[in-house]
């Protein structure tokens, strides 16, 4: 069963736009979750975090958004460049801090110029 | 700092054959990790490690075996390959404690079993 699911495979936005990436999870227990974004032939690298005990976190173009009630998270990118087009994963990681994290499929965001 | 590295970057296997990818960071993080990406199933933790001699299963931890000897290196071994085995395999490191889970990912080996 995915506990951390990404419902959209891709997105397709104009460069200036807002970007708008969605995230659900089913386990209560997560209480940390992480963006990454990953370039082809390369590795993901970390984009941004929220702890549980916040519903928002900013740096930069890049906002997550985080509603515990309805198991909800999302990424904002503002504005998009092209340089932005990649895959987002989200992630999620239990109470016990293990270092053990639970990745979404992903979504392959495209930003035109 | 390298961070973190993977070899090797290609491998094609036979089926039934074994082999080792190697991971190491020069980073001293305690927590170590092996995922597996696949088209539409995101990144699969395999297996991972708090520290060396301390090693657990992840999500998909069959076929694959992990040791963890020394706080640099986690090796992951095929033993035995198979078609599903298929992949691109990517090892990560973070520190432990409060920012256990910002892992830092190696650039990841494509591995073919034919």
């Known amino acids: 069963d995915q506990q951390v699911k990404q419902n959209s495979p891709s997105l397709s936005v104009q460069e200036g736009r807002i970007s708008i990436l969605n995230c659900d999870y089913t386990?209560?227990?997560?209480?940390?979750f992480l963006w990454y974004k990953k370039y082809p032939a390369e590795g993901p690298t970390f984009l941004i975090s929220?702890?549980?005990?916040?519903d928002k976190n900013e740096d930069g173009r890049f906002t997550v958004f985080l509603n515990k009630s309805a198991k909800h998270l999302s990424l904002h990118i503002v504005p998009s460049q092209p340089g932005d087009s990649a895959v987002y994963f989200c992630?999620?990681?239990?109470?016990?801090?293990?270092?053990?994290?639970?990745f979404g499929q992903g979504t392959t965001l495209q930003v035109k110029p | 700092n390298a961070g973190v590295t993977q070899t090797p970057k290609f491998q094609v296997l036979k089926t039934g054959q074994s082999m080792t990818l190697q991971c190491a960071q020069d980073?001293?993080?305690?927590?170590m990790s092996w995922y597996r990406q696949d088209p539409g199933m995101g990144l699969r933790l395999i297996h991972y490690?708090?520290?060396?001699?301390?090693?657990d299963q992840g999500e998909v931890p069959n076929g694959y075996n992990v040791s963890r000897s020394t706080t640099e290196d986690f090796p992951l071994r095929l033993l035995s390959a198979a078609p599903s085995q298929t992949s691109v395999y990517f090892c990560?490191?973070?520190?432990?404690?409060?920012?256990?889970?910002?892992?830092?990912f190696g650039p990841g080996t494509r591995l073919t079993v034919l």
């Open positions: 929220i702890s549980s005990i916040k």
């Open positions: 990560a490191s973070s520190y432990g404690g409060g920012r256990a889970d910002t892992q830092y």
């Open positions: 386990n209560s227990m997560f209480d940390y």
């Open positions: 980073m001293n993080h305690e927590y």
């Open positions: 992630a999620a990681s239990e109470r016990s801090n293990t270092g053990k994290l639970i």
């Open positions: 490690s708090v520290g060396a001699g301390i090693t």
